[in-house]
């Protein structure tokens, strides 16, 4: 029989915990709110200087769009498929990993810096990987470079990206922490996608900045896959993937693309990929053109 002071502590910890949790979510919300709207401030200076300068027109108006509709597919992913995952990562940590730690504000901290680790690999294999590059290529696709492009997301980046953070899980970091790092990190990145923001001196060493960010946008062969970093530059520095923003890159993929049609830019890559799998002659050739970087080539 178990005693009953020790059902009551269970019980506490778990109201302390259900506590802690709460405050994590609404924090996360919050800073969620704060990168949202001073990325708003910029997109109205940017729409401002389009104005001024008489750039306003027709093309970048549907890009805009081009680029927000992906938000459409990417939700209905999030809210039909990506419900019932997140409530698996809450199965297995709770059946599964009796190693869990406690949610405090120090695991908090912790949370933020695993998920930004984690978020370099996610992000550095998505474009060495050509599957999980025909997501991440959406992003990319854009020859603009405006706060609009940080919205602009392959329909099922996410699946990619709850996997990649499953190393957090096993670790020992409750998903409330996971999700909680993962926001953090997206919602930082938010004000990146700007050319307004010049270089910021000292920052520049430790933090991912527009300047480091508009590097990993461009095509030109100097920037191509550099600079993959969520929050801290240092992991590019640490992994010999920096590069320092020296001419303003040309934005864009390396293969002409401009289409301001939603299913076209939604699907960007997959007509490609489709052609290369009929014309494999082997399960070594589909594995190559699944597994292996944008642009190889069967012999």
């Known amino acids: 029989m178990i005693p009953s002071y020790r059902i009551d502590i269970v019980s506490l910890k778990k109201v302390i915990l259900k506590m802690a949790s709460t405050q994590l979510e609404l924090l996360g919300e919050h ?21 001024f300068k008489g750039k306003c ?8 769009l081009a680029s927000a509709s992906t938000q459409i597919p990417y939700l209905l992913i999030e809210a039909f498929l990506m419900t019932g995952l997140y409530s698996l990562f809450y199965v297995l940590a709770y059946s599964s990993i009796p190693w869990m730690w406690d949610i405090s504000w120090t695991t908090a901290l912790l949370a933020i810096l695993a998920a930004d680790f984690a978020y370099y690999w996610e992000h550095r294999i998505a474009h060495r990987v050509r599957l999980l590059w025909t ?19 392959g329909p099922l980046e996410s699946v990619w990206s709850l996997l990649a953070h499953l190393p957090m899980l096993l670790i020992g970091f409750p998903p409330e922490l996971i999700f ?8 930082y990145q938010t004000w990146l996608h ?68 939603p299913i076209k830019v939604w699907f960007s890559e997959f007509p490609d990929l489709w052609r290369n799998l009929k014309s494999s002659k082997s399960i070594a ?6 597994f292996k ?7």
């Open 31 to 51: 800073i969620d709110l704060v990168f949202f709207v001073f990325a708003a401030a910029i997109f109205l200076i940017e729409l401002a200087e389009l104005g």
């Open 57 to 64: 027109n027709r093309a970048k108006v549907t890009e805009m």
């Open 135 to 153: 997501q991440h290529a959406v992003h990319h696709s854009s020859q603009d470079y405006n706060i609009i492009t940080a919205i602009r997301f």
């Open 180 to 187: 909680f790092g993962i926001i953090v990190v997206l919602a």
């Open 194 to 261: 700007t050319e307004l923001v010049d270089k910021l001196g000292p920052l520049e060493w430790v933090l991912n900045t527009p300047s480091h960010h508009r590097v990993h946008h461009g095509c030109d062969q100097k920037y191509l896959d550099k600079n993959y970093a969520g929050i801290l530059i240092v992991w590019d520095r640490m992994f010999g993937s920096f590069q320092e923003e020296e001419e303003t890159p040309s934005y864009g993929l390396t293969t002409y693309f401009n289409s301001k049609n």
């Open 285 to 290: 050739e589909v594995f190559g053109y699944l």
């Open 293 to 299: 970087p944008p642009g190889w080539k069967a012999k």
